[in-house]
Nanobody, 124 residues
């Protein structure tokens, strides 16, 4: 198993930037593909970005493409989500997730391990 803890959320003005971190502990981090999801009040949890075990492949939701960057540092057991040009509609609780399967997936059911989430609020 792997345990995940997100950090880096906060309040930012529209157009600003934040960097989220997801620290992993437990089983070898490099065995897991990683994903970021978000959930706004009253809405379902939605896919944001995913990264392969080595970091060589990434995939993004259309809504964040060109603004967000997912990355990982396997030596530090940490995944990141760099968020630029933030918009009020990016306001949500952001979750990182991990899974042992190789293929990058965009649905919550394809990830077995989840962090507790970190709040991101973007003011207009």
């Amino acid at each position: 198993q792997v345990q995940l803890v997100e950090s880096g959320g906060g309040l930012v003005q529209a157009g600003g930037s934040l960097r989220l971190s997801c620290a992993a502990s437990g089983r070898t981090f490099s065995l897991y593909k990683m994903g970021w999801f978000r959930q706004a009040p009253g809405k379902e949890r939605e896919f944001v970005a995913a990264i392969s075990r080595s970091g060589s492949s990434t995939y993004y939701a259309d809504s964040v493409k060109g603004r967000f960057t997912i990355s990982r540092d396997n030596a530090k057991n940490t995944a990141y989500l760099e968020m630029n040009n933030l918009k009020p509609e990016d306001t949500a609780v952001y979750y990182c997730a991990a899974d042992l399967a190789i293929l990058l997936k965009t649905t919550t059911s394809n990830y077995d391990y989840w962090g507790q989430g970190t709040q991101v609020t973007v003011s207009s």
